[in-house]
Each structure stands twice: as C-alpha cells, then as structure tokens.
C-alpha cells in the first residue's frame, strides 16, 4: 500500500514545497519561540541557580556555591525522603492505576445492559478537579471522626466497630489511593480506546479455530494494548510525578508523605532558599527524563514509522 | 423453504459467534463492572449528598444517608465569596485554551501537511517539554513575575498555562491533522488559496472533532492546575482551586459546604467532560495509533 502511493505523494510534496521555506515555517514559529521562551529559559535560570548560594533572607550571601546544593538535596533526610516518596508514589499509583484500568476496560469492552451509565459512572472521578478530590478523600471519607470510611465499618458492625484514623496510621497509602482514584479512569480511558480498535475479524478467525479467551488475550489483545498501555504509564508517570495537590491538601506534606514538588514549594515558598529549589527542581527534571527516556522513545517511534 | 431454514441457521450461528449468549459467567461478569463501576463513582455521589444535607447532618457517625435535604451548604459556599475566583477561572482556563488552539493549530499544520525539514526534531522538542517537570520553571517564573510586577495577575496565569498545554495540544492536532487528504490541499492551491484561506477552508473541517479534543484536555487541565495558581496569584487574581485549598476553616462544621463548594468548582468540568465523553477518549488515545 505505501509503495503503490509513494510516487503520488512524492509529487505533491514537490509541487507544496514550491511555496516559499519561510512560508511552511511561519506557522510553527509563534508556538516554537514563546515554548523556547516561557519553558526553556526558566529551565535554565533554575540550572544556574541551582549552583547558587541564594536565600531570599541572606541577600548579602549570594553568590556562587558549586555542587554544593546538589549534595544537599542528595544528603538531606528530607530531600532524601521526598526523593524516594516521589519514586514510591509514582510508582505505585501508575502500577496500580494501569492494572486496575486494564482490567476495567476489559470488563467494560463487553457488551451488558447500562454499559454507557456504567462507563459514564468510570469517568467521573477524572473530571473532579484534583483539589476537591483531595478534600473529599481527606474530610469525607478518611476523617476519623465522621469519615464515610469509619461510618460504614459502624453500619455494618456495629456499635463497637474498629474506628482507623486513615490518615494518620497510613499517610503514604491515603494519599496513594486518592490519587489511583483519580487516574484509573484515565488509565482505563485510553486502555479501552485500544481494545475499541482491535481488529474484530482476526480475533473472530482467532476464536473460530479454537483458540482460548486465555490464548487470545495473551497473544492478540496483549500485543495490540502495547503502545496503548504504554501511552497511558507515560502520561501518567508524567502527571503523578508532579503531582502537588493531593500531597499539599491531604498531609500538608506531613507524616512523610513530601514528595520533591511539595519540597521544592516548600523550599522555595516558605524557607526562601532559591538555590536548594533550584538544585531539587534539577532532580526532578533528570529523574522525569529517566524515567519518560525508554517510555518516549517507543511513543516516538510509533511516528517515525508512519513518517509523513 | 429449507434453503431459508439453512441460510436462517447459518444466519443465526454467526450471531451466536459475534454475541455470544449472555452466559452465566458473562452475566456475572456484567454485575461486576456494575459494582466497579459504583464503587468508583461512590465518593462523587456521597459529596453530593453531603453537600444537601445540614452541617450538623453531614458530619455524623454513622452516616445519616436519609436526612432531611438543605440548601445551607450551598448557601454558606456562596456566601463566602467564591465569584471572583471562579470567574478568575473561567478567564484564565477560556483564553488560555483559545490561544492554545491558535498556536498549536498552525504548528501541528507545518509539523504534519507541509513538514519543515527535520521535523520529527521539532515534534521531539515540543515533546519534551512536556517532560520537563513544569515545578522547575516555578521559581524562575516567580522571580520574573516578581521582577516586572505581575504577581496576583491572571494575564500572566494565563500565558503560563497557554505554554504549559502547547506540547499536548499540538501531539493531538498533528494526529488529526495527518488524517487530511492531501488532494483537497492541491485543488485548495491549483484554486490560488493562500495559507489562511487554505487552513480555514479546507484543513479546519476535516480536524474539528480533533479542535474539539484538544480544546476540552487543554480546558481540563489549566481549570484544574493548582501550584502555579498558588504561587503566582494573591487575593486579586485567585483561581477557583486556590479559594478551595483556604476554604477548610478549623472553627465549627464545614464538611456540607466543603463538598458543595467542591462540587461548584468541579462542575465546569464534569459538564464538559460528559457533554464531550468520546472526545475525552479520542483525545487522550490521541496518537497512540497514528
């Protein structure tokens, strides 16, 4: 199919590019200066800073400081700490998101009655906006005092229920599952959009010949949610590694549960120490990097093949 | 007759293939999507109950499902002078999702119909920006703001979320775009249309729905950003996310209006996101298959 369309387009390709350079370049400029502007020179005032002593409350002692934030941020127990609360929340609300998505889009790519209101009812948690969702976690249903979750351990056993102050005895899990509320929906939103493009007819053939429903996840519908899956931890990982509403609205960033956004406000916002939020902004950016590189190139390969 | 009877049978036997009898498994399988689907939606449907009962029937233990209905949270939310922050909001979210489009629109174009020379580089800088954890940018930004006087102003809110959405934005349109065909591109230019008559005429129908997708993600996400909004803007300019994290007061029962006022500012969004339901999908699915 593209050997036997190749030579057309060829040719009107040839008779576009007969318009000016600076005429197929024009539109992408203003999106390409004001990105370079607004993202990329605050990225590089934040790499400068980082090798800065720079306290708002010192003005007098600014000046250069080598590596010496970064062997803060890197020594620090709290910076330490908020470093391994953003892997471990990343990790587990992407893992958990995606599995659990997974496993709804296939229960929701079946047909049964009221599937659209059962679908409908799926995405709603995405479209609570992530402050409000955190208030409700945190004050209507782990509050240890009239939070639905105490609330319902006493409807259904009584009197005498064991009451769990949530927040309190497993901060890091509150947090996690507020967020996996969030984002399963969106897991579970582009996981389904992949089943939905399956070919139907190869799996029909598939069935027809006898292969299992087992055979024909594992070997069809696997392979073909590949990118699907991917696309989705990707965003994902993206979005939950920033995250800062949840962490600042449930926790306040207390009981452990900063993670390096919530640090860096904190170092930045109430301690005033430019040069250390720098240096913690450039560990996120590095560790964001790793973590998308292997994710992105696959995503981004997907275009090359296609290469229009 | 028994030709009929075959072709029926036969008729029939691919029905059972395509849909298979409801079986008892499947059934069951049908009841637990319904109980997933439940369980997820219950904390939305239990904040609007909260959010019509009374204060002092909202925060019982157990759970006063069935008492009596009150307007008094609502009351109390907009009492406490929530409109400039919404309208705030609404500013902020509408013009920064509009320039999104006008930017990203004309860049996914070059990027997809008339590629520049070396345009997967530039594809791949849009990208990764979008890596570019957006919190390594707020001091910068804070300082620049600070600098020129723009702190507590919405304008630059605004071209702050303009920037943050046009990697996204132009992902998505790039996808739809390259779903035009490029003959009605030809007859556009045999026709002697220039870019801008060519962009709206010919290119702007086919990629609507695609508009639409991106339009609704960027609306999504600039009315829900929050740490920027805190940073940036003071009494004058709050957002709505601002004026709920300094709603929760410590004094007396708040949980009624806590989750009213939640439901206000997630409103906006939850209309959109149902109105546009398979736009939502489309979008976030957005090239992953093209």
């Known amino acids: ?308 | 007759m028994s030709a009929a009877t075959t072709a029926d049978t036969a008729g029939s036997k691919t029905q059972a293939i395509r849909h298979r009898k409801p079986s008892n498994a499947g059934r069951l399988l049908g009841v637990l999507a319904w109980a997933v689907g439940l369980m997820f939606v219950s904390p939305v449907l239990w904040m609007i109950l909260t959010s019509l009962h009374k204060e002092s029937d909202a925060a019982t233990n157990p759970p006063s499902f069935f008492a009596q209905l009150s307007g008094e949270g609502y009351q109390a939310f907009f009492d406490s002078g929530p409109m400039p922050s919404l309208i705030n909001s609404a500013m902020a979210s509408i013009t920064s999702t509009i320039l999104v489009i006008l930017l990203a629109f004309p860049a996914a174009y070059a990027l997809s119909i008339r590629p520049v020379k070396r345009w997967t580089d530039v594809l791949f800088f849009f990208l990764s920006t979008k890596f570019l954890p957006v919190v390594a940018g707020l001091l910068p930004i804070y300082l620049f703001a600070e600098h020129f006087n723009l702190l507590d102003n919405i304008n630059l809110l605004t071209l702050f979320y303009t920037v943050m959405n046009l990697p996204i934005a132009i992902w998505m349109l790039r996808s739809f775009l390259s779903e035009v065909p490029v003959e009605m591109l030809e007859a556009a230019q045999i026709d002697g249309a220039g870019l801008l008559r060519t962009l709206r005429e010919v290119v702007a129908p086919v990629v609507m729905p695609g508009i639409a997708s991106a339009a609704l993600i960027c609306f999504i996400f600039s009315w829900n950003e929050l740490l920027f909004a805190r940073v940036l803007t003071g009494t004058v300019a709050q957002t709505a996310p601002v004026f709920l994290t300094g709603f929760v007061t410590s004094q007396g029962l708040f949980l009624a209006k806590v989750c009213a006022a939640s439901l206000i500012v997630s409103l906006p969004v939850l209309i959109a996101g149902f109105a546009a339901q398979d736009k939502l999908v489309q979008g976030l699915s957005m090239g992953a298959v093209r």
């Open chain 1, 1 to 308: 199919m593209t050997t036997a369309t190749a030579p057309v387009g060829a040719s009107k390709k040839g008779a576009l590019r007969r318009s000016g350079d600076w005429a197929r370049r024009a539109p992408l400029l203003p999106a390409l200066i004001l990105t370079l502007l607004v993202t990329q020179l605050p990225f590089v005032v934040t790499l400068v800073t980082s090798f800065m002593n720079w306290n708002a409350y010192y003005p007098d002692e600014r000046g250069f400081a080598g590596l010496d934030n970064f062997k803060t941020v890197l020594s620090d127990p709290d910076a330490r700490k908020a470093i391994i609360m953003t892997v471990v929340l990343t990790l587990s609300v992407v893992l958990i998101a995606l599995v659990l998505g997974l496993l709804i889009a296939l229960l929701l790519d079946r047909k049964f009655l009221g599937q659209g209101i059962v679908r409908t009812m799926m995405i709603t948690p995405f479209l609570i906006v992530p402050v409000a969702a955190a208030l409700l976690w945190k004050h209507a249903l782990y509050n240890p005092e009239y939070g639905l979750f105490n609330g319902m351990l006493k409807l259904v056993f009584g009197e005498h229920a064991p009451q769990v102050d949530w927040i309190g005895q497993y901060p890091v899990l509150a947090v996690i599952f507020a967020i996996v509320w969030q984002w399963t929906p969106f897991m579970m939103l582009i996981i389904l959009a992949g089943l939905q493009s399956r070919p139907m007819d190869v799996v029909e053939a598939a069935r027809i010949d006898g292969a299992s429903a087992w055979q024909i996840f594992v070997h069809m519908t696997l392979p073909h949610l590949r990118q699907y899956i991917e696309l989705a931890a990707l965003l994902g990982t993206i979005y939950v590694i920033q995250n800062f509403d949840h962490v600042f609205t449930i926790t306040s960033g207390g009981l452990g549960t900063a993670n390096l956004p919530y640090y860096i406000y904190q170092t930045f916002y109430t301690a005033h120490d430019y040069g250390l939020a720098s240096a913690a902004g450039v560990v996120v950016v590095i560790g964001t990097q790793i973590a998308a590189m292997l994710a992105l190139r696959t995503v981004f390969s997907i275009f090359k093949e296609q290469g229009r």
